[in-house]
């Protein structure tokens, strides 16, 4: 999506360890017109999939799915993090290792949320070694869902996360994919 690359090449920071910082207009400031172009190209991209609930994980993963979720006039859930002990079973959860925390986190959502036999769009906001969009198909897979597709803000595509996944079969769109970012200079997959 040109608006969204244009936007990052001139906002977005290149930190050490490969991580792009967003937080002006994507991650902790929102700007909510791009945000909303965002989700109808999302919504364009999706048009042949039945999709009854778009799926992410919090915090950062929210407003994007959010947006897409309304567009696609359906419920958005999140998944939490720091699961609360599973004792009784009411939760589905899976590991998932934090690119930007470096530890690994167990994500959950309450069994009330998601349902055998629905279709889940699943949503986050970066795409990197793709284990956020693991660890999410993976609770559509215990809940019995049907994964509709992945869709992401900004994939790193370099870190190769979004091709493994499209090589398993999975439907994965991203709407800005860095291709490189070698002493901070930003390019893009065409
Ligand atoms: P993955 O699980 O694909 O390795 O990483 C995706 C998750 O890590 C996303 O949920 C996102 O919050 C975070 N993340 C990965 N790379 C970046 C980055 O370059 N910048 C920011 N702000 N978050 C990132």
Not at 18 to 32: C, Y
Not at 75 to 83: E, G, N
Not at 92 to 121: C, N, Q
Not at 169 to 190: D, H, T, W
Request: aromatic fraction near 6%; charged fraction near 25%.
């Amino acid at each position: 999506m040109k608006a969204l690359e244009e936007k990052i090449l001139s906002e977005a920071e290149v930190l050490p360890g490969d991580v792009l910082k967003v937080g002006s207009f994507l991650n902790q400031q929102i700007d909510t017109v791009i945000l909303k172009q965002m989700a109808e190209e999302v919504k364009r991209l999706f048009a042949g999939e039945k999709v009854d609930k778009v799926l992410t994980v919090e915090a950062s993963g929210i407003a994007f799915a959010t947006a897409v979720a309304l567009e696609l006039k359906v419920p958005m859930v999140f998944a939490k993090k720091h699961a609360s002990a599973n004792v009784s079973g009411e939760q589905y959860s899976a590991p998932v290792y934090s690119f930007t925390h470096k530890k690994t986190y167990e994500i959950a959502v309450s069994k009330a949320y998601l349902s055998a036999g629905e279709r889940v769009l699943i949503a986050d906001d970066f795409l990197a070694n793709g284990n956020a969009l693991k660890g999410l198909i993976s609770i559509v897979k215990e809940a019995g869902g049907i994964v509709a597709g992945c869709c992401t803000e900004i994939e790193k595509g370099f870190q190769g996360g979004g091709d493994a996944l499209r090589a398993e079969g999975y439907k994965v769109e991203s709407l800005a994919i860095v291709e490189s970012m070698e002493n901070g200079i930003l390019k893009f997959r065409p």
